[in-house]
């Protein structure tokens, strides 16, 4: 499978994740819903069921218990996007669709956020962390490299 395919699956299991509990959740899970449903009622209605069942997981998520039920969702959306990106790789522009209608709602880019650590590493050099991107090259302290 296309590597920028796994990436993308990846970044659509996240940014679901993120919807659930913010008001754009229901055009969220509608656009999810129509690109899991590969254009078959049926299937469409299953995925409205999961992600009906996946939305109340989150937001029932115990105290202290969020952010493993946030990625044990986030995990299981991005397989089953992965799944449908493999069989139907013409897919991908909804998916990309799904991510900038998460992007717009959040005013962010799913998946990111937090805070930035730049590191600056000779050969043999091992940097261990979550949810990391790495970028090559100068750092410009603008965000860009």
């Known amino acids: 499978m296309d590597p920028t ?17 913010t008001d ?3 055009a969220v899970r509608d656009s999810a819903a129509r690109l899991l449903g590969r254009g078959d009622a049926g299937r469409e209605s299953d995925a409205l069921v999961r992600l009906d069942a996946s939305q109340e ?7 202290g218990t969020e952010e493993t039920v946030h990625a ?5 959306w991005s ?11 013409d897919r991908a ?16 880019r799913p998946g990111r ?15 261990a ?4 991107t790495v970028q090559f090259g100068p750092h410009t302290g603008d965000g860009r490299t």
């Open 79 to 89: 397989a089953r996007f992965e799944t449908v990106l493999e069989e139907h790789p």
């Open 72 to 76: 044990a969702e986030g995990a299981r």
């Open 129 to 132: 962390g979550r949810d990391q």
């Open 5 to 21: 395919l796994l990436i993308l699956a990846g970044a659509g299991g996240t940014a679901l994740v993120q919807a659930m509990t």
């Open 24 to 26: 754009a959740w229901a």
């Open 93 to 108: 522009a909804l998916l990309r669709a799904l991510l900038s209608l998460v992007e717009e709602t959040l005013g962010e």
């Open 113 to 127: 956020g937090g805070h930035t650590q730049h590191i600056s590493a000779a050969r043999d050099a091992y940097v």
């Open 57 to 63: 997981a989150v937001a029932q998520a115990a105290p």
